[in-house]
Nanobody
Framework: QVQLAESGGGLVQAGGSLRLSCAAS????????MGWFRQAPGKEREFVAT????????YYADSVKGRFTISRDTAKNTVFLQMDSLLPEDTAVYYC?????????????????WGQGTQVTVSS
């Protein structure tokens, strides 16, 4: 089992940056591929980025490609989402998620563990 806790959300102006963190408890973090998803008011949860268990493979939604970077620090049991050039449409609650296995996945249903979410608000 792994428990996830996000942090780093907040209010930022368009064009600014934020770095989200997701701290994982448990000793099996290396066995989990990780992902970031987001959900805006009135919309369905959508995929943002994923990283493989070993950290060598990443994949991004087209809407964030070139602006967001996912990474992980195995020693700290933490996964990060660096968000640059933020846009008002990036406003959402951001969730990190974990799944047992080497490869990440763009489908929310593929993940077994979820954090509580952190709010990101981008003002225009």
């Amino acid at each position: 089992q792994v428990q996830l806790a996000e942090s780093g959300g907040g209010l930022v102006q368009a064009g600014g940056s934020l770095r989200l963190s997701c701290a994982a408890s448990g000793r099996t973090f290396n066995s989990y591929a990780m992902g970031w998803f987001r959900q805006a008011p009135g919309k369905e949860r959508e995929f943002v980025a994923t990283i493989s268990a070993g950290g060598s493979t990443t994949y991004y939604a087209d809407s964030v490609k070139g602006r967001f970077t996912i990474s992980r620090d195995t020693a700290k049991n933490t996964v990060f989402l660096q968000m640059d050039s933020l846009l008002p449409e990036d406003t959402a609650v951001y969730y990190c998620a974990g799944r047992i296995g080497i490869s990440g996945n763009y489908r929310a249903a593929a993940y077994d563990h979820w954090g509580q979410g952190t709010q990101v608000t981008v003002s225009s």
